[in-house]
């Protein structure tokens, strides 16, 4: 490799996207590409698992992230992608579940108020009229543009678990995902149902996550099976957990930036942000008689503490094995978040998986289940401290040596596929 040649770290999406789109080279730690966005294969009878489908059809299809769906309306990127694979568009079936009531409540929840009664309506609508005082924190946040009210109901209980407990640390980000808009409440509180949000549509490849992933990786100059264990920033080398090494121009770096610091050697006089792992339960199962049709359910008041189940057969039936019973199974993803840099035993998650099955047919959601598997996602959801400079300073540090992290983790934001590849195929044609 030539000195001044540009090297992809990480074949996820964003990275396959900086490949395709710059002619460039890639270094993966797995053996296939995706990062987390890859559907995977479970046969049912012996719970073994497929990163391609296998011949034999009777097999359920999962993601290791939970369900990926394709956010956000940006017509470019959706266009090159279905060059790939073709997509299919749905418009989003989301609500807040209240698992103690057995209550359904649409999302956005403080839009639609007249399902939580007369008397919360009134007094959360009324808080929110106030104008939200200045917030330092994401629970301060949240308390002063919702109102008392809702944050006590919903809020707080659904992002205790959704931060593994961060909240009241953490500064706010990401307003976006929870929209404060009072005529849509108003109208919400006599009973109007409204689509807002950041994903009030949605688009997923018709043969799967995989084949679109498949496909972006298909021809492209891409090493797989090499995990980097140090990046020498002077040298300019990248050394491999096989013992051996690459040397490099520039780097485009889609690991998460914590990562692309440390393999550097490299610090900043900042304590680093925080971060939360996720871990996904997938699970195939007899379809219960209480199971809603929404495609996800955010749940602030699960007893074994998960904050999202979503359903992936309640977008695509494809996900379940082509089998003449199909319409009486269901296949759902259960995500539980935990705090960085800690993570549960085998024996915590077996416990926990138990916890979860009994969970879902107490409510309903499914009877007997018929295969499971847990995927552990290190860094799930990005956060910063109040105040934090250590995201900025991290980032102009890196690229003083010609290191430029990109994508959701590589640059620490909260951005969704569709955003990530925009940003891989930018980053990529910047280096050619
Ligand atoms: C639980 C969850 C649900 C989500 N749901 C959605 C959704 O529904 N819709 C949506 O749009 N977005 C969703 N996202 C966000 C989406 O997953 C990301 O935006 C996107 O996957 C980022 O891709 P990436 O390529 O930047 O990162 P990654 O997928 O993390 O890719 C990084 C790659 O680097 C490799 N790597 C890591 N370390 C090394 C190393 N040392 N050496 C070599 N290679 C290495 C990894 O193996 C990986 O392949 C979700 C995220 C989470 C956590």
Redesign the pocket.
């Known amino acids: 490799m030539s000195e001044g040649s540009c090297l992809v ?7 396959l996207s900086a490949a395709r789109s710059g002619g460039l080279p890639v ?4 053996a296939d590409p995706g ?3 890859r559907s995977y294969y479970v046969a049912q009878a012996t719970n073994d698992r497929y990163a391609a489908p296998p011949r034999a059809r009777a097999v359920w299809r999962f993601e290791t ?7 956000g309306d940006d017509p470019l990127v959706l266009g090159w992608l279905e060059r790939f694979a073709p997509m299919r568009r749905y418009a989003r079936r989301a609500a807040v579940y209240f698992a103690r009531r057995g209550l359904l409540v649409p999302y956005p929840l403080q839009n639609h108020l007249a399902a939580l009664g007369k008397e919360i309506a009134v007094q959360a609508l009324s808080e929110m009229a106030r104008p939200a005082p200045p917030a330092e924190t994401l629970a301060e946040w949240l308390r002063a543009n919702f109102g008392p009210t809702l944050f006590e109901l919903f809020f707080r209980p659904f992002h205790e678990r959704y931060t593994a407990g961060l909240l009241d640390r953490i500064a706010p980000q990401d307003a976006y995902k929870s929209p404060r808009d009072l005529a849509l409440a108003l109208r919400g509180a006599f009973g109007a149902t409204s689509a807002a949000g950041y994903n009030v549509f949605f688009a997923y490849p018709c043969d799967g996550l995989d084949a679109l992933v498949r496909g972006l990786a298909r021809d492209l100059d891409i090493a797989f099976a ?3 264990v140090r990046i020498d920033p002077i040298e300019r080398s990248v050394f491999f957990a096989d013992g051996t090494a690459r040397r490099y121009g520039r780097l485009l770096s ?2 998460p930036l914590n ?1 692309t610091l440390a393999l550097s050697g490299l610090s900043v006089a900042e304590p680093t942000d925080p971060y939360t792992s ?1 871990l ?1 339960l997938n699970i195939g199962a007899r379809r219960g008689p209480q199971l809603p049709d929404a495609h996800w359910l955010y749940v602030p008041d699960s007893r074994s503490g998960f904050y999202r189940v979503g359903c992936y057969s309640n977008v695509e039936e494809s996900f379940l094995p082509a089998r003449a019973d199909r319409a009486e199974l269901a296949s759902l993803y259960v ?1 539980r978040a935990w705090l960085g840099g800690t993570r549960p035993t085998e024996a915590e998650i077996e416990r926990y998986q138990q916890a979860v099955i009994a969970e879902l047919q107490d409510w309903g959601f499914i009877g007997a289940v018929e295969v499971m598997q847990a995927d552990w ?1 290190e860094v ?2 990005t956060w910063s401290w109040p105040g934090s400079r250590w995201r900025e300073r991290a980032l102009k540090t890196l690229r003083r040596y010609d290191i430029f992290p990109i ?4 640059r620490w934001v909260f ?4 955003d ?1 590849i925009r940003e891989g195929l930018v980053a990529g044609s910047c280096m050619r």
């Open positions: 770290l990480g074949a996820g999406v964003t990275g270094v993966e730690a797995c990062g987390i966005c992230g939970g369900g990926h769906w394709l956010f090499k995990q980097v889609s690991l990562h996720v996904v995500e996602i799930a959801y994508g959701r983790y590589g951005q969704g596929i569709v990530s």
